[in-house]
């Protein structure tokens, strides 16, 4: 709740932006909370922050967790940052019950894992695991022209340590990552633990349909070149696409512009997005081939004509099959209701999969609704998620009690 004071709405939700003067203050007090703790904390050239509490043998890679603190513009308390402080609480949690892990135990806090203000999204652990370059990260620019180079040196975080590991980070041992499933499917099922196997792949595009704008009296039907009613049956292709693909199949036209926009006046051109998301491959090359198929269909040169490019291409991620195994095994072991799901949105652990072996502990948020303002989750099943993680790091870290 003190985090989420920092960039709060009155609404009670976050507005917390990557790079800005408020993602400074809540990297310095989560800075903070973890020197306090005990762990020395260095930032990598892309602004990532990595605190860590030293293991028995200095040599073994560490087992790491972390999630990010920057939120979307009309964001919620917990997405993010509930991965971030229940890595900090396995941390504090140690501490208090002196324990010494064998590998070392580290807490990641992402730079702009939402993509609001600056483009590409899931950045710091993007050029982590080598999704994309320093440069290409560091060259993105916002709105208003500020770059994220610029905009890192302007809050103080930009670090010296090699920020991808392909440049000479240090690969982890494991990468876990806790976080709240912005989706109804656990509270639907009534479980607390959603034990993550994977993550959607993802094609995005950006579609335009061109017709021909013309007065809405005196052309008949059967003369218009009306391009929103040819788009009408793109959308509902893109709609049937996902449903012959259940239950893992996503179709979804989120954006829309229509040209002119004028109520008497037929539309000339509409311009709009489609997002495709399947966890098989396979699957989604298929519905990338089905949404061609239904573009092709509605193409009639000089009538109405439909241009269709391919912006992201995001292939399906699986996590670490042992990982996982020990998700779910954690999560029996202390009776919590739990379900296999897979992760419908981006997160960093798609990127640090890429590297290190990886997987995810989701919690239900209330009524399954994230990137809102009124976002919430119950103190339990947070607690519940925090406890899962603290025995799969334990377990994977190696442990034993401090002697006297
Ligand atoms: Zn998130």
Redesign the pocket.
């Known amino acids: 709740m003190e985090l989420a004071s920092i960039g709060g709405t009155a609404r009670g939700g976050v507005c917390r932006l990557a790079l800005t003067d408020l993602d400074r203050r809540a990297r310095d007090l989560v800075r903070c909370w973890l020197e306090q703790a005990g762990c020395a904390v260095r930032v990598d050239a892309i602004g990532n922050l990595f605190a860590r509490r030293v293991g028995l043998d200095s040599s073994l890679p560490a087992v790491a967790t972390g ?2 603190i920057d939120s979307q513009p009309t964001g919620g308390k917990f ?2 940052a509930y991965g971030v402080l229940a890595g900090l609480e396995v941390i504090r949690t140690l501490n208090d019950y002196r324990i010494e892990t064998r590998a070392p135990v580290e807490l990641c806090v992402w730079t702009n ?1 939402e993509g609001s203000r600056f483009v590409p999204v899931m950045m710091g652990s993007g050029v982590y695991g080598g999704a994309f370059t320093l440069d290409h990260a560091l060259s993105a620019s916002d709105h208003d022209g500020v770059t994220v180079r610029q905009a890192l040196n302007a809050i103080g975080y930009a670090g010296q340590a090699p920020a991808a590991v392909c440049d000479g980070a240090e690969a982890f041992g494991a990468y876990f990552e806790a ?1 709240i499933e912005q989706g109804p499917v656990l509270e639907a099922a009534g479980a607390v633990i959603g034990v993550v196997t994977a993550a959607l792949g993802q094609r995005w595009y950006d579609v335009t349909v061109t017709g021909q704008e013309a007065h809405a009296g005196p052309t008949p039907m059967e003369l218009r070149r009306d391009a929103l009613q040819a788009t009408l049956r793109l959308v509902q292709a893109v709609d049937r696409i996902a449903r012959e693909e259940a239950p893992h199949g996503r179709g979804t036209v989120g954006c829309m512009n229509v040209f002119p926009n004028s109520r008497n006046t037929i539309p000339g051109r509409v311009a709009f997005s489609v997002d495709l998301r399947h966890v098989d491959d396979a699957k989604l090359a298929r519905m990338d081939e089905a949404l061609h198929i239904a573009a092709g269909l509605l193409h009639h040169p000089g009538s109405i004509e439909v241009d269709l490019q391919e912006v992201v291409n995001f292939p399906a991620t699986s996590f670490d099959a042992s990982l996982v195994e020990r998700v779910r095994r954690a999560a029996q072991a202390q009776n919590l209701a739990n379900i296999d799901v897979v992760s419908g949105a981006g ?1 960093d652990a798609v990127y640090t999969a890429r590297v290190s072996p990886t997987a995810m502990i989701f919690v239900p948020c209330k009524g399954g609704i994230s990137h809102n303002e009124i976002e919430d989750a119950s103190p339990g099943d947070l607690e519940a998620g925090a406890q899962v993680l603290m025995q799969v790091v334990l377990e994977t870290a190696g442990w034993q009690l401090r002697a006297r």
Do not use: I, K, N
């Open positions: 999630s990010h997405d993010g894992e976080h997160h």
